[in-house]
């Protein structure tokens, strides 16, 4: 159906969009530390750019050299990934008879930390966890952090969007 695809894309849009501006409350109210910030647009663009390249892991990504463009490549990456993790929320939830809601949606907000702590960290040179990134920068909980904020989105707009 058309109209579910387009609502599914919009709760997307707008649950990534929400995890944008919690990741601003959480640095705003100093949750998520004063240190580097090791995982904005630029380092995502940077990231997925070098993969046009044929280059998939680095030794650290802040040492390579930027990309013409990582910065709006990197938000248009950020709400594609968002938005297909969204859709596949959705699509899940209604092929497993599971209902959408708070709990779901915050669940998989959180389960989505697969990706950057067990992909993203470890080919931007920072290992499992962000283990190996710079003293302060605080990976693993800024992710934490801004993915719970995703499915709060996905719960928010879920509801207010009626997607499925």
């Known amino acids: 159906n058309g109209h579910a695809l387009l609502m599914g894309i919009v709760t997307g849009l707008a649950a990534t969009a929400t995890m944008d501006i919690g990741s601003l409350v959480g640095i705003l109210l100093g949750i998520l530390g004063k240190g580097p910030r090791l995982n904005g647009f630029d380092m995502i663009g940077r990231w997925i750019g070098y993969f046009f390249r044929g280059v998939f892991r680095h030794a650290n ?5 930027a990309l013409r463009g990582e910065v709006p490549f990197g938000i248009f990456c950020h709400y594609c990934i968002g938005t297909v993790l969204t859709l596949f929320y959705l699509e899940a939830s209604k092929l ?28 931007q040179g920072y290992s499992w966890l962000g283990r190996r990134a710079p003293e302060g920068a605080h990976l693993t909980r800024t992710s934490f952090w801004n993915h719970l904020f995703f499915g709060v989105g996905i719960a928010l707009w879920t509801a207010i969007l009626k997607p499925v």
């Open 96 to 123: 497993l008879q599971i209902p959408t809601g708070v709990i779901t949606a915050l669940v998989f907000g959180v389960l989505t930390n697969i990706f950057p702590w067990f992909i993203m960290f470890p080919a």
């Open 61 to 65: 990504i802040r040492e390579e050299a």
